[in-house]
């Protein structure tokens, strides 16, 4: 029987390097892959959570406000149409129509732009009274039908992403 004997060179050695280093630029591209996708996954996620987040707050404040308009100014004495709207007028900064207001969970009625939630998952809410045209009622004008127009708003990484919706009010108790 003849013995054998493997001999080992020095280009076999090197091959072995070669290979891990290799194995290790491939590694590094699959991490990289996983990593960028899982970043993606997550900004989709808190993209979906905040839309649905935000069309349910901008719902609330469709409701909140015809819950005013249908509400009373004191027990038995329930609001009129005309100050509805006053109150609306009055509730936007300076009673300038380009600003906007709030309801809160409370029912009360505030100016300016309302917030929910903190950091990443921070949304602002608001909305404007204008007639079913969409202009901006003027002092005097108390229209039978007037158009409420909700805009929320967030922001995902360096992108502003919203949701805008609306309703049009009657007086339908015609007072």
């Known amino acids: 029987m003849k013995k054998t004997t493997k001999v080992k060179t020095n ?19 699959v991490i990289t892959a996983l990593i960028s ?25 469709i409701e909140l406000v015809r819950a005013y308009r249908d509400g009373e100014i004191s027990p038995g004495v329930p609001r009129g149409w005309r100050d509805f ?11 300038n129509p380009l600003f906007s ?9 505030r100016g300016g732009v309302g917030y929910e939630g903190t950091g990443a998952e921070r949304i602002a809410y608001q909305f404007k009274m204008t007639d079913v045209q969409g202009v901006p009622l003027g002092p005097t004008d108390y229209p039978d039908i ?5 805009s929320v708003t967030w922001k ?14 009657s007086n339908w108790r015609m007072k």
């Open 37 to 61: 996708l899982s970043i993606s996954t997550l900004r989709i996620s808190l993209d979906s959570k905040l839309l649905l987040e935000g069309t349910k707050i901008a719902s609330r404040q």
């Open 156 to 169: 995902v990484g360096d992108e502003q992403k919203g949701s805008y919706i609306y309703t049009d009010l």
């Open 11 to 29: 280009s076999q050695k090197g091959f072995t390097l070669v290979e891990v280093v290799a194995a290790l630029g491939i590694s590094a591209l």
């Open 101 to 109: 207001c709030h309801m809160e969970d409370d029912g009360s009625l």
């Open 85 to 95: 709207i006053d109150n609306l007028r009055d509730c936007s900064v300076f009673n």
């Open 146 to 150: 007037v158009r409420i127009s909700v």
